[in-house]
């Protein structure tokens, strides 16, 4: 079954009875079932098929919400009722949620169907989504690549064709790398735009649920059904939530440019040469190019890894074997239980990151480490809000290059700097999108990024579709 790629195409097949939802569904699910990528760690099969006949009917008499005929992944980090949800761990085996996290309920409740969960790294720790009790993800291109990470299943799920549209969750990157990596868009809204409730925390002052798509427009409307306040979630902003369609762009733009970016020693040559093409273009079409001086780049990773490694410590305290999940065999006593279930249950890159965050908030390193990088923390937001402030967006690449092989990293110093385009958006706060505009020589895609300010989604969509055309 040919399926078309955009929502929109969907829809008016759908409206027109070209197209079946129940025949849709099953297309989706027999695509997953022949996929070689290990995308999916499970098919909601019975009940996504249950569930598009109940919204054909309703298709039929008119009712549907506004996501009616949208096929969606999700993340095996976000809780969806009834479903286990492990975040890719084993210390999680079996561990069903009671509750569905906000941005999913909102999805449901406008009428998408939830097709299955999608691998990712281990509590979303990692670039490259090798770090998974299910085992890595692999490139739909080119099977010996990696998808990048953390949501390196939601990725390959949308460019493989396995779904509509997938949720990922966006620390440091997330998102935006391995949507450079597959070619597909990648959004992640600012911070506090859609409710942490149901996503389970790595970071807390960093995490941000987002998605991926084949188009802008896809992207700005699943963000406009998942925005908006929550009780559930303190930090999420009351602002308005922005427009569910993409604005057409009416106005010459300021877009700035750190030079720091396009002048990083590991940035791959070809990317920077696309990237300085489409600048060229967007001067040409009168749009204002500011460059600008960036020089922060050398400590935005640091900064990054101690603050998070700090939330991560805190917020993995609960996986103990005491209630829920993997309890290991061999405990006979409070104090075995704690160290065994912990020490079988998390993976390394997990167990690494943990130990890091305890020193950083250790007694005596404290503020050396943690409280100092808050301050440079500080620095980044004021500097980035300042940027801003005289430009519409920021543009750079997404990431220093394209898909790596599966194994070829392993320095973790080394695969930290994979984020070293994208952590800046998270430790700011700001919204960014990745945008499919690469190809490389090497046949694989790569994306160029746009960072927007705080809560301007429909700024940054409206850029980001224009930029798509042109």
Do not use: W
């Not at 070809?270 to 190019?289: A, N, Y």
């Amino acid at each position: 079954m040919d399926i078309p790629s955009s929502f929109t195409e969907i829809k008016q097949q759908i409206n027109h009875g070209q197209l079946n939802l129940i025949d849709l569904c099953q297309s989706f699910i027999n695509r997953i079932e022949s996929s070689k990528t290990n995308a999916f760690v499970e098919i909601f099969k019975d009940e996504s098929l249950k569930r598009a006949a109940l919204i054909n009917e309703k298709i039929n008499l008119k009712k549907q919400g506004l996501l009616a005929g949208m096929i969606i992944g999700v993340k095996d980090n976000i809780c969806f009722a009834n479903h286990n949800v492990t975040a890719s761990s084993k210390i999680l085996s079996g561990f069903e949620s009671i509750f569905s996290a906000t941005a999913i309920q909102r999805l449901l409740d406008e009428d998408a169907i939830i097709i299955g969960r999608l691998n990712c790294d281990e509590f979303a720790m990692g670039s490259s989504n090798e770090n998974s009790t299910y085992g890595p993800v692999r490139h739909h291109i080119d099977h010996e690549k990696v998808p990048g990470g953390s949501s390196g299943g939601s990725a390959v799920a949308v460019a493989e064709g396995l779904c509509t549209a997938s949720l990922g969750s966006d620390t440091g990157g997330s998102i935006r790398q391995p949507a450079s990596f597959c070619g597909v868009v990648g959004m992640k809204p600012s911070y506090g735009r859609i409710s942490r409730y149901g996503l389970l925390a790595y970071a807390s002052s960093f995490d941000q649920i987002g998605v991926f798509t084949n188009n802008v427009e896809d992207a700005c409307l699943l963000t406009h059904v998942m925005s908006g306040k929550d009780d559930y979630d303190s930090t999420l902003s009351h602002v308005k939530s922005h427009t569910s369609s993409v604005k057409s762009l009416d106005k010459k733009l300021a877009i700035g440019v750190p030079e720091d970016y396009l002048n990083f020693n590991n940035l791959d040559p070809e990317i920077k040469q696309k990237t300085e093409e489409i600048i060229d273009k967007l001067r040409l079409s009168g749009h204002k190019i500011n460059l600008l001086s960036f020089p922060f780049v050398k400590h935005l990773v640091p900064c990054y890894y101690v603050l998070t490694t700090a939330e991560a410590s805190s917020n993995l305290a609960r996986y103990d074997g005491a209630h829920y999940g993997y309890r290991s065999d061999e405990a006979n006593d409070i104090d075995s239980t704690y160290e065994l279930t912990r020490s079988e249950g998390f993976g390394l890159e997990v167990k690494r990151r943990i130990m890091l965050g305890n020193f950083v908030l250790s007694s005596g390193y404290y503020d050396a480490y943690f409280t100092k990088a808050q301050k440079v923390r500080r620095l980044i937001k004021e500097k980035t809000d300042e940027m801003l402030k005289e430009n519409d967006v920021l543009l750079f690449p997404t990431t220093p290059s394209t898909a790596f092989n599966i194994g070829e990293i392993n320095d973790p110093i080394k695969m930290y700097l994979q984020d070293i385009f994208t952590v800046h958006a998270n430790i700011a706060g700001v919204p960014a999108i990745s945008l499919p505009l690469g190809s490389h020589s090497n046949k694989l895609p790569f994306g160029i990024q746009l960072m927007g300010r705080s809560f301007d989604e429909d700024s940054l969509y409206s850029i980001a579709e224009s930029l798509m055309q042109l």
